[in-house]
C-alpha cells in the first residue's frame, strides 16, 4: 500500500554521522515534494537523513562507499557489538592528534568486520568538521579536528538508526547500479556529490575517485528513462546554471539552506539549491 512519505506527527531520528551535504535542514523541502510509493530507493545515501527522515514500508538503500555501507550494515545486524567497541573510542585517551592517526592508520589497513566500522565512526566524530576524504590511492586521509571536549557517543541515534534499518537493504554499488534496481512502486531520491555553483567549486570527495560533470548527466539520463517507466526520481543538487540545464524538462523546487559544515565560520552561509523531481 502506497503512502506519504511521512506524516505530519512523525518526529524523524537524527543521523549519528556528521556528513557534508546531509539533508537534516532541508527535510521540511524535500519531504513534502517526494512521490508517495511503497519504496525509497536511495543510491547516494550519505549521512542518511532522508532516510531517517521518511517513512516508506521499505528502502533500498546504496552508496559507492565501502566503509559506509558497512558501517550501516553493521549497525542494522550486530547493534550491541558495534556500540561495545565503537563506545571505548569516545573517552579522553583517544581526543589527541597522535591516538587518531594511529586509528586512521589501522583502519586504512583493516579488513572488513565490526572493529573496522567502529573505526570509521571515531574517525567521523574526531576528524577535522565531520569530513569523508580519501586520496588517489584510496586512502582515508582527514585530519585530526583537534576538538576541545569528548564528541558525545551518539547512543541513542544508532538504536534509532537500527530500529528502523529492520526495514533496509543496503547495498554497496555505483549509483546507475542501484536504480536499475528500482521497479514501479518506488520512488529515487537522489543527492550526489553537488555540481560547482555559479562561480564556486564544490565538495566531491566522498569516496575514492571523481564524480564527474559526464556522471551528473549520466545520472539526470538515467532519472528520465526511470520515469519513463513510471518511476519517480528527484534529484537534489545546487541552484546553479548547470543543473537546470542538465535537468531539463523536470519540475524544478528551489530553496536555499544554511550550510553547517565549511573550513570556517565564514565560509559557511545559505546555499541555493533546487530539487528535480522526474514524474512518470
Not at 524523524?12 to 546531509?22: D, E, H, I, M, T
Not at 545486524?77 to 581526543?95: K, V
Not at 586509528?103 to 568486520?113: K, L, M, P, Q, V
Not at 543543473?243 to 530553496?255: P, V
Request: charged letters at 20%.
Amino acid at each position: 500500500m502506497q503512502k506519504h512519505p511521512a506524516s505530519e506527527t512523525q518526529k524523524s531520528a537524527k543521523p549519528f554521522l556528521k556528513w557534508v551535504g546531509g539533508k537534516s535542514r532541508l527535510l521540511p523541502h524535500l519531504i513534502p515534494a517526494l512521490p508517495v510509493g511503497n519504496r525509497l530507493v536511495e543510491p547516494f545515501v550519505g549521512g542518511g537523513a532522508v532516510f531517517l527522515g521518511t517513512d516508506f514500508s521499505e528502502y533500498l538503500i546504496g552508496d559507492s562507499n565501502s566503509h559506509l555501507i558497512e558501517l550501516y550494515r553493521t549497525v542494522a545486524q550486530q547493534t550491541e557489538q558495534f556500540i561495545a567497541m565503537a563506545e571505548p573510542f569516545f573517552s579522553e585517551a583517544y581526543r589527541c592528534q597522535e591516538r587518531f592517526l594511529e586509528i586512521r592508520s589501522t583502519f586504512n589497513e583493516a579488513n572488513e568486520g565490526p572493529l573496522r566500522a567502529a573505526q570509521f565512526l571515531y574517525l567521523n566524530k574526531l576528524g577535522f568538521n565531520g569530513l569523508c576524504r580519501y586520496n588517489r590511492a584510496g586512502r582515508f586521509n582527514v585530519p585530526y579536528g583537534h576538538h576541545a571536549h569528548v564528541p558525545r557517543f551518539p547512543r541513542e541515534q544508532i538504536l534509532s538508526f537500527a530500529k528502523k534499518a529492520q526495514r533496509a537493504t543496503f547495498v554497496n554499488a555505483d549509483f546507475a547500479s542501484v536504480m536499475r534496481m528500482a521497479r514501479p512502486g518506488d520512488v529515487v531520491y537522489c543527492d550526489p556529490p553537488y555540481l560547482d555553483r555559479d562561480g564556486a567549486a564544490s565538495f566531491r570527495a566522498y569516496s575514492p575517485g571523481e564524480f564527474s560533470f559526464e556522471r551528473q548527466c549520466e545520472l539526470a539520463n538515467l532519472a528520465r528513462e526511470l520515469a519513463g517507466r513510471g518511476i519517480p526520481v528527484a534529484i537534489s543538487n545546487h541552484d546553479c546554471d548547470a543543473a537546470r540545464e542538465i535537468y531539463s524538462g523536470a519540475t524544478i523546487l528551489d530553496f536555499s539552506v544554511r550550510r553547517s559544515v565549511g573550513a570556517s565560520r565564514d565560509a559557511r552561509g545559505q546555499a541555493a539549491e533546487l530539487l528535480a523531481v522526474f514524474g512518470p
